[in-house]
Every structure is written in structure tokens, then in C-alpha cells.
């Protein structure tokens, strides 16, 4: 069992409040990039030693569950990632299980005995209030728990519904035990990227959704309906407008790419179609993105080999909004209607992980001119001025680019449905504002002494493997049910038995009731009765 793990100051910080904590519930707010999944899992560390109950995480999407079990693996705890309401228990050699808010609002009934007694880490809490069905799966699925420890990337409200085990003070705000802000991280040095925000504005004509004919830039003051109907004209990918930005997105990132050459671009679309269309423009520009839409059976997998990979572009529709870990990525493009906050500063925080090592490294996030997006990008850029002006104050260099976001935000209504909308056309005005090339120095420098060793207490020990072959045990749990499912089909042909009752006879010969809940022991053992079921000349 790993006995260290490396935290950065405020982890360690937060750990400390954490384990000192007066209430079960515990909410930590920090940037994106700045370490919540180690953070939590140390935790998660410390608390399974002295918690008889299971670890259950509950991450946003699919793909994420992956992530939280492979970092999970680097401090030596082992989760389950295919888990369902129909498996009943845990095999008793996993520490717990990497969930979804979607499977918990589906199987808090069976997640309840699960997580009672035990340690909940709740991953992007403020999805727990995206239906109200699903705030109440985890109320119901996680009351019994000893400690929950939420995370946010950014604060939230609670609007109208409040979120389970998520104090909030009088304006409807999240009370964070622990903050940690993109400043702060700016301000430490060597955790995120500083980010600029060039901006493209453009003129726009469409048919509004009564069927009048309109036109405007996104200097043009506009109701909500307009302005949104405004801003998805810019995105049509049948005008001109989205293929100018692209070009320069695509520009500034084979400039990056000469001192990074691994670095890559995310263009976040609208929906399917729409990032088929944008996948469409950067092939016809030579950079034939890889793309990744829920629809998609293979998106989880595109990802992980797009991060592991050196291919320049990914195009995304949310699935690559939030949590997901691709450090190489440096440049954005925000090509999507949605423009609340709270999505803008997630997708923001995928291009801002530092990579060791590297250098300045600036972040660009390329955005339409619009009102709601510029307030937003402001608020970030002020945070951006107001560390390293604390860092020049410290005898540190300047902000290469003083002048970014003067202008005070101004906002305007939500995106409502159109109906006879139609964009007719996009056309760009102007470019993006003066920026540091990607070579220059900037204020932010790798932290000196940003992080130390700290020893955690032993989680509960796991029975060894009978034999791993160098793979995790996630990968070797995943090809023993497989092998074992393959023998279960083979033999139910061979013999005319049903697969019932095949299954019933392999789990009577190895003392188990449900193949879900054995141990890899039990599994490998399992796969060995069935060879000698096989292997009999009668196959009985």
C-alpha cells in the first residue's frame, strides 16, 4: 500500500479542515486544474482506515468514472466501475465504486447499503440539482453515509432547488468549507495556465423566430430572444463566421505547437449535427478533428486516446465540459448556445492544467463577442490582472497584456426556444485583441515549493491476485468476467443447459451467489471449473 502521497499547499490545507471537520458534510470549491480528484482521494485514504463502510463516487458522465478509478489506483484503492443496481453487493476486494448522478437516480435503493457507514466523495455537486429526481436519489442513497465530502469547480447557487448535504447562505450561495480560486492558483504559481480570451465579432442576419428578417453585431444591444438568436447565427457552421475563428484558433495553436508540440485544441459545438459541421471545416482546413458526442458509444474511449495522443483538435458537445483531465490542451474554441456561467467557467477550466516542466504556458480561449460571454471571460481576466498585479507587487514580471477586458460586463437573458428561426448569414469583423506569442515570458513561473510528501494512513488491505500479468485490477477484474461470460456461452452450446443454469452450477462450485460480487480469486477459479466443464469429452 502507497504510505505517501504529493499534495500542494492548499490540498493540504484542505485535508487538514476536512479530517477536523464538526459536520458530515464537507464542500470544497477549487478551480479547475487545481487537484480536487487527489485532494478527495487522500481523503478517501485517510477516512477508509478508521470507516468500516465502502468508498462510493459519483462522478458526472461516463467517461469520468474511468478517470476518478485510475487516479483512485494511484494511491492504491481499487473501484468499480461497471457496477449496477442488479449486482446486488461489492466483491469484498474493491475499496468501493465510481457511480453516475444518472445510475444514482436509478439505484439509490441499492446504493444505500452500500454507502452506509462508509465515505462518499459527491464529484461536481451542483449536477445534483439538475432534476430534482436526481437531488432526491442522492439524498435517499447517501443519508446513511459516515462523511460526504462535495466538490465544485466553480461556487454555485441553489436557484430553485436546493442540493443535498450543500449548506447556502442568505442569497442562495453555496457555503464552501474550503476555496480555492482561480487567483489563488494563478497567484501560487505552477498550477494553471493564465488564459486569454480573444474575442471575434461579427455581422449576423437571420429570420426571427416570427419571421421577421434581422441583423446585427454583437456591439448592438439586443433583448435576450435576439441576442440568442444572434449568437447562434454566428455558430451556423453555413457561414462565414465559424470558419474564420477556427482558422485563427487553428493558427494561434500550430504556433503554440512549435514550443509544445503535443499541444491540442477543443472546440466545444452546440449539438451532433453541429460538430459533425465544425468536424467538416477543420478537415477542410488540413486538421481532421477527433470528435466526441454522447451519442456515441466510442466517445469515452475517443477521449482517452485523444489525451493520450498528439492529434491537434477534439470537438465536443459536454463531454468534454468539465472534469476531464487533457493537460495538453491549450487553445478553445466556445462554439456552443449554452451560456450560463458556471458551464462557461468549466469549459474555460479545461485548458488551463499545468503541465511540470513546460515552461510559460498561456491558454487561449477564442469566444464570440457576446455580451453574456464577454461578462463572463471579464470576470476571469480580472482574476487574471488581480494575481499577477499581486505578484508584481512582489518584484514578479507583468501581465503581458494590461489592457485585456476594461470594459465593465453587462449581461442579458437566457436562450429561449425559437421556432421559425433561421440563420442566413455570418460574417467576421475585426480579430482577436494583441496577445503574447505563445513563446514570451509570462508572470506565472513554476512554484518553488509548491508541494511535499505527506503520509497517509493505509486504507484496508486487498487480498493479492492470483495472477495480474502487469495489468490493474480494474483490467484483470474486467477480462475475468469476460472469460468467464465466454465459457458460460460455450458450455450452455456444448451441454443444451440454459445459461442459468450454467451460471448457477460455476457459482455453486466456487461459493458464490452472483458472479458480480467475486473476488478476482473466485473469478479466476470460476474460469477454471469451466475449462474443466469443457474439457470433459461429453462437455458435462
Known amino acids: 500500500m502507497a504510505r505517501t502521497v504529493r499534495l500542494r499547499r492548499w490540498q493540504k490545507a484542505a485535508l487538514d479542515a476536512f479530517l477536523a471537520r464538526s459536520s458530515d458534510d464537507f464542500l470544497a470549491v477549487a478551480t479547475p486544474g487545481a487537484g480536487k480528484t487527489r485532494f478527495a482521494l487522500a481523503a478517501a485514504r485517510q477516512m477508509l482506515a478508521s470507516t468500516p463502510g465502502r468508498l462510493v463516487i459519483v462522478a458526472p458522465t461516463q467517461h469520468l468514472k474511468s478517470q476518478w478509478a485510475d487516479a483512485a489506483e494511484e494511491l492504491d484503492l481499487v473501484l468499480d466501475t461497471s457496477w449496477q443496481a442488479a449486482d446486488g453487493g461489492l466483491p469484498p476486494d474493491v475499496h468501493g465504486l465510481v457511480t453516475t448522478y444518472q ?26 440539482g439538475d432534476d430534482r429526481a436526481w437531488g432526491d436519489a442522492v439524498r435517499t442513497a447517501f443519508a446513511g453515509a459516515a462523511a460526504r465530502l462535495s466538490l465544485s469547480g466553480t461556487p454555485f447557487r441553489s436557484d430553485t432547488r436546493a442540493i443535498p448535504f450543500v449548506a447556502y447562505d442568505d442569497d442562495g450561495l453555496a457555503t464552501a ?12 504559481g505552477g498550477v494553471v495556465r493564465p488564459v486569454h480570451f480573444p474575442r471575434i465579432d461579427g455581422e449576423m442576419e437571420w429570420i426571427a423566430a416570427d419571421g421577421t428578417a434581422a441583423s446585427a453585431s454583437f456591439a448592438d444591444a439586443l433583448d435576450a430572444v435576439a441576442s440568442s438568436q444572434r449568437l447562434r447565427t454566428a455558430l451556423s457552421v453555413d457561414g462565414e463566421w465559424m470558419p474564420h475563428v477556427l482558422r485563427l484558433a487553428h493558427t494561434r495553436l500550430m504556433g503554440i505547437r512549435e514550443q509544445h508540440p503535443d499541444a491540442a485544441g477543443l472546440v466545444i459545438a452546440t449539438d451532433q449535427a453541429h460538430a459533425k ?86 491558454a487561449y480561449m477564442f469566444i464570440p463577442d457576446d455580451p453574456r460571454l464577454r461578462a463572463h471571460a471579464w470576470g476571469i481576466a480580472e482574476q487574471r490582472r488581480h494575481s499577477l498585479k499581486r505578484r508584481e507587487d512582489e518584484g514578479l514580471p507583468d501581465d503581458p497584456d494590461p489592457a485585456a477586458f476594461d470594459e465593465p460586463p453587462r449581461e442579458a437573458g437566457d436562450e429561449p426556444q425559437m421556432s421559425l428561426f433561421a440563420a442566413l448569414s455570418a460574417t467576421p469583423m475585426g480579430g482577436p485583441e494583441p496577445e503574447p506569442a505563445p513563446g514570451s515570458p509570462t508572470a506565472v513561473a513554476e512554484a518553488d515549493d509548491a508541494e511535499w510528501d505527506l503520509e497517509l494512513v493505509d486504507a484496508p488491505p486487498l487480498e493479492a491476485p492470483p495472477d495480474e500479468r502487469g495489468l490493474s485490477r480494474r483490467e484483470y477484474r474486467r477480462i475475468l468476467r469476460d472469460a468467464n461470460s465466454s465459457a458460460v456461452r460455450l458450455i450452455s452450446r456444448a451441454t443444451g443447459l440454459s445459461h442459468a443454469a450454467v451460471n448457477g452450477e460455476l457459482n455453486r462450485r466456487v461459493g458464490i451467489t452472483k458472479v458480480q460480487e467475486a473476488t478476482l480469486g473466485q473469478l479466476d477459479e470460476r474460469r477454471r471449473q469451466a475449462e474443466r466443464w469443457l474439457a470433459r469429452p461429453s462437455g458435462g
Open 103 to 128: 445510475q444514482v437516480a436509478g439505484s439509490a435503493d441499492a446504493l444505500a447499503p452500500i454507502a452506509a457507514g462508509g465515505f462518499v466523495v459527491l464529484d461536481e455537486i451542483h449536477h445534483a
Open 177 to 188: 468549507d474550503v476555496e480555492y480560486g482561480y487567483d489563488d492558483a494563478l497567484h501560487t
Open 277 to 362: 459541421g465544425i468536424a467538416r471545416i477543420l478537415t477542410g482546413m488540413g486538421a481532421p478533428p477527433v470528435v466526441a458526442v454522447s451519442e456515441d458509444a466510442d466517445a469515452s474511449r475517443n477521449i482517452a486516446a485523444f489525451a493520450a495522443g498528439t492529434s491537434p483538435w477534439i470537438v465536443a458537445v459536454r463531454m468534454v465540459s468539465e472534469g476531464v483531465d487533457i493537460p495538453r490542451l491549450r487553445v478553445g474554441v466556445f462554439a456552443t448556445t449554452t451560456t450560463t456561467e458556471l458551464f462557461f467557467r468549466q469549459a474555460v477550466g479545461r485548458i488551463v492544467r499545468w503541465i511540470r516542466g513546460l515552461g510559460p504556458q498561456p
